[in-house]
Nanobody
Framework: QMQVAESGGGSVQAGGSLRLSCTAS????????VGWFRQAPGKQREEVSC????????RYLDSVKGRFTISREDAMIVVNLQMDNLEPEDTAEYYC???????????????WGQGTRVTVSS
């Protein structure tokens, strides 16, 4: 059974940066796509970014393109989300999820972390 944990959240001013990490335990991320999601108060959860099993495919929410970068570490137990030029609209609880498949398939997110809070002030 895989466990997933997020880290790296915090409070920053607009224009600042944060690096979120998603760490696997119990087994590695090998062979699975991994995604980052966020949910702001009163809003629906949305996918921010996804990376496939090899790292050769990445997709981003339109509003974060050019500002956020997803990456996998070679050890296959950490997926990072580098967030630059943060905006107040990025304030949310951020979650990491592991897909049932090796590609970024919708609606097949199997393992979820508990979330990490990101707050961006203007």
């Amino acid at each position: 059974q895989m466990q997933v944990a997020e880290s790296g959240g915090g409070s920053v001013q607009a224009g600042g940066s944060l690096r979120l990490s998603c760490t696997a335990s119990g087994q590695t991320f090998h062979g699975y796509a991994v995604g980052w999601f966020r949910q702001a108060p009163g809003k629906q959860r949305e996918e921010v970014s996804c990376i496939n099993y090899s790292g050769g495919f990445k997709r981003y929410l339109d509003s974060v393109k050019g500002r956020f970068t997803i990456s996998r570490e070679d050890a296959m137990i950490v997926v990072n989300l580098q967030m630059d030029n943060l905006e107040p609209e990025d304030t949310a609880e951020y979650y990491c999820a592991v897909n049932e498949y090796d590609w970024c398939s919708d609606s097949t997110w199997r393992y979820w972390g508990q979330g990490t809070r990101v707050t961006v002030s203007s």
